[in-house]
């Protein structure tokens, strides 16, 4: 994993620094971890989802390099935005899908457990969307945790590396956020 943190490192700067060939190295060199990502993004939709895997993932991808020159730290930043850019594309394809079936377009998801970890939690993808947008009024670290671990996949110590707190301070903002999407959405099973 530090090797591989170190070349993504090392690709960002050359990108960042002009070399075009930089950025195409690195799309390769994380495209499967991307690919990871989003897999276990649509493990968590529904059945009949219409969006497939590849394509959040080339979506995500045409986002990404779209930035030129990205203005992107380490591995962990990168990851963070692609975090981003994901939630972004997944809402993006649902408020199309309201708008087509005029609210068909329940999602599950899973945010909360009793012992910290993840479980099934069904609830619209949009709602979602809508209280981390007022969350992040109200905490934007807060908010931005549950983007990075939920919709990034990222482990405490990355999630806590991209925000510069300890990784207690992160599981506290967890345990913050989680809390308070779940007195704004509603009981969880």
Known sequence: ????????????ERWRGGEHQAGAELMELVYDDLHKIAAREMRRERGEHTLQTTALVNETYLRLCSSSPPHWNDRAHFFAVAAQ??????VEHARRLRAEKRGGSQVKLSLWDSDGSICRFDEQFLSLNEALDVLETLDARAAKVIELRFFGGLS????????????ATLKRDWDFARSWLAARLGPHP
Do not use: Y
């Not at 850019?85 to 997944?90: D, P």
């Open 85 to 90: 850019q994901i939630r972004r594309v997944l």
């Open 156 to 167: 405490e110590p990355e999630a806590a590396e991209v925000l510069g707190v300890s990784v």
């Open 1 to 12: 994993m530090a090797e591989n943190a170190k070349a993504i490192t090392g690709l960002l």
